[in-house]
Each structure stands twice: as C-alpha cells, then as structure tokens.
C-alpha cells in the first residue's frame, strides 16, 4: 500500500486513493449495525464488529460517511488477521506514513483515533 499510495504527490488525491483501497475485509452485516457496535467519539456513525478467528482478530467495519468508511476500512485492514499482540503493539505508522493524518480535520483525526482505540479495547479483551 505504501509503495503504490506513496507514489501519489497531492495530499488530497493520496486520502481519497487510501481510503477507496480495496481491503480483504468482510462486508458489515445489516444485522451488525447495532447501538452496541457503534464506535463512540466519532462524529459520523461506524460500526466495528470484531471476532476472533483461530486466534486472530477479525474486523468488519462501515459508516454511514465515504470517507470516514474509507478511513475505518484502511485502519481495520492493518489489523485484520493480526494476533491480538500485534494489535495492541503496533501503531498504524502507514497512515502516519502516508501524510494521511495531515490531511484530515480535527474531528476526523479523532474519530481515527477512536477507532484505533476501539480496535485496542478489543484486542486487550482478547489476551485476558
């Protein structure tokens, strides 16, 4: 992803190209769409249903904003498949990478960081 995004100079074309990237991730289910799912802190609604898989973490994710599901998508993405170790040990830095972060206003910055921390809260579940 950082080969190929990296590669784009306008910071604004380089956010839409991330967060329209093509993720292995499962849909979000209809019926995944609940109060209980709900990412709390973000501005637009997202909803992260998580599971373990074979000691793995799995994310389905989806908002009711383009940009904000491209941006949950890009970070769940990271993370899907990875142990729940290597969820709370690693930072997104291809975000950072990317100049991403730069890009996006207060509010989105946060709503990231509340996935990011959602994601965190799930794997920290997962090791006890």
């Known amino acids: 992803m950082r080969g190929t995004l990296g590669g784009i100079p306008d910071p604004q074309e380089r956010l839409m190209a991330a967060t329209s990237w093509k993720t292995t991730l499962e849909p979000l289910r209809q019926e995944d769409r609940t109060e209980g799912n709900l990412v709390r802190g973000c501005v637009s609604r997202v909803w992260l249903a998580a599971a ?48 991403i972060l730069r890009n996006l206003s207060p509010t989105r910055q946060n709503g990231l960081a509340m996935m990011r921390r959602a994601l965190v809260e799930f794997a920290a579940k997962a090791v006890r």
């Open 52 to 99: 373990m898989e074979q000691g793995r973490c799995r994310f389905r994710v989806d908002s009711d904003s383009p940009l904000v599901g491209g941006l949950a998508r890009l970070l769940c993405g990271i993370y899907d498949g990875a142990t729940p170790e290597e969820v709370l040990a690693e930072e997104p830095v291809a975000i950072e990478e990317l100049g």
